[in-house]
């Protein structure tokens, strides 16, 4: 059995602590130490990465608490979630600092984690942030996600409109994917569009394609293995999720378990609004 008393106190100490990070305004500083981008570990801006986090967590305790308890988690999910609505560039639909390692990228995962932490509150929000929101929401999917990053032949989004990671060739990240359906399917609820399902239904039959064949080559492997082939191994385990595909690259990628864990939250949606198996069969073997 859990000590709730233990658990209150240490929520207490780790709110206190993630409170010594916010600015005035509601953003969310914090260490960021990323394989590629080491330089950074001292106090940076919010990114969606963390401020989606925070505004969700938020929420999670406003939800969760009885009567005036509630004020203070609403009024910090608040104050954090008005932040992140007010990144979005109102002339390009970007939001910014949505690159986290690196501020030249505007990645589909940053834009889709802050737009599903902002629908995430509106049960709590009055109507004018319920507007406000959904407005910033509808902004960045129609003309940065959807207007910028979806390639009709991929069935997918890409990475970011400008990858300098890989600048000959768009990668389809799955987390990212999976993410991005999430977007579009609350979307599709919050404003009764239906085309905004569409597209993450699209999603999903790419992310089905894609599992289905890395389940045939773990088929594969034992044979391969006993036969000597040089590409016996695969990169991501069994019911793994790999991280990325391209057009030259069908195979299996490696598998990030932080990714991973990510992903299954954009899997459940679509198992969700779907109820097909091939997603319940993709969240038992990835979890």
């Known amino acids: 059995m859990i000590d709730q008393d233990r658990l209150l106190a240490a929520l207490g100490r780790l709110i206190g ?128 996600i959807l207007g910028r990053l979806w390639v009709e032949e991929e069935g997918a989004f890409r990475f970011s409109d400008v990858d300098y990671y890989s600048p000959g060739e768009d990668r389809f990240v799955v987390n990212f994917n999976t993410m991005a359906a999430e977007n579009l399917l609350r979307l599709a609820d919050a404003t009764g569009e239906s085309r905004y399902r569409d597209y993450g239904v699209r999603v999903g039959e790419w992310l089905i394609a894609r599992w289905q064949d890395h389940c045939r080559q773990e088929q594969k492997g034992p044979a391969a293995e006993a036969a000597g082939a040089d590409d016996a191994g695969l990169a991501a385990p069994p019911g793994g999720l790999a991280y990325q595909y391209s057009r030259t690259r069908r195979e299996p990628d490696d598998c990030v378990a932080i990714y991973t864990g990510l992903a299954l939250r954009g899997v459940r949606a679509l198992y969700d609004a779907t109820a097909r198996g091939e997603f319940g069969e993709m969240l038992r073997g990835a979890a």
């Open 17 to 144: 602590w993630l409170e010594t990070w916010r600015t005035p305004e509601g953003a969310y500083h914090g260490f960021v130490v990323h394989r590629y981008e080491q330089k950074r570990m001292f106090r940076i801006h919010d990114t969606p990465w963390t401020q989606a986090a925070m505004i969700r967590g938020y929420f999670n305790l406003a939800s969760r608490s009885a009567g005036d308890a509630a004020a203070p988690w609403r009024d910090a999910m608040l104050l954090a979630a008005d932040l992140q609505a007010a990144r979005l560039d109102p002339g390009t639909a970007d939001y910014r600092y949505a690159g986290h390692e690196n501020d030249r990228f505007r990645s589909l995962v940053h834009c889709a984690l802050a737009n599903c932490a902002l629908m995430t509150v509106l049960p709590l929000v009055d109507d004018e942030r319920r507007r406000r929101y959904l407005d910033v929401v509808r902004a960045n999917t129609d003309r940065y």
